[in-house]
């Protein structure tokens, strides 16, 4: 598989991670998910999946897209791996709620520039290889 279309294969990963969490979490409150390990732990593997894509993306795409936090994504799933005996679900929930949502527009404008067809030669160029 081509470096140009596996990382746009990371971002609908990404978005993908970003709809299951909420699509687990719809409708509870912090103190439901804290009470659910089953939906925490689903919740804290889909961030891991966040991160992890997040990696993938060459530096050079994630330079053309600074308003997405890709380092942050990364450090969280380095927290979630390393730290896990210490995961605070508040710090979950809040992240979940407050962050996620205004991650999915950017993302989705970001495999719209560059899935459409025609523009493999700013795939290369954006990638970087």
């Known amino acids: 598989m081509s470096s140009e279309k596996n990382w746009l294969i990371r971002v609908r990963h990404i978005l993908d991670a970003i709809r299951r969490i909420d699509e687990y979490t719809a409708g509870m409150k912090e103190d439901d998910f804290r009470r659910d390990q089953r939906t925490v732990d689903a919740v804290v593997r889909n961030f891991l999946v966040v991160g992890e894509a997040a990696g993938q993306v060459p530096a050079p795409i ?32 809040r ?32 990638a970087g290889a």
């Open 62 to 93: 994630r330079q053309r897209y600074p308003e997405v936090p890709w380092s942050l994504m990364q450090g969280m799933r380095h927290v979630l791996v390393h730290d896990y005996d210490m995961i605070r679900e508040d710090i979950v929930w």
């Open 95 to 126: 992240t979940l709620k407050q962050n996620l949502p205004s991650l999915v527009a950017p993302l989705e404008r970001i495999l719209q520039e560059n899935s459409q067809a025609g523009n493999q030669q700013g795939l290369a160029g954006g």
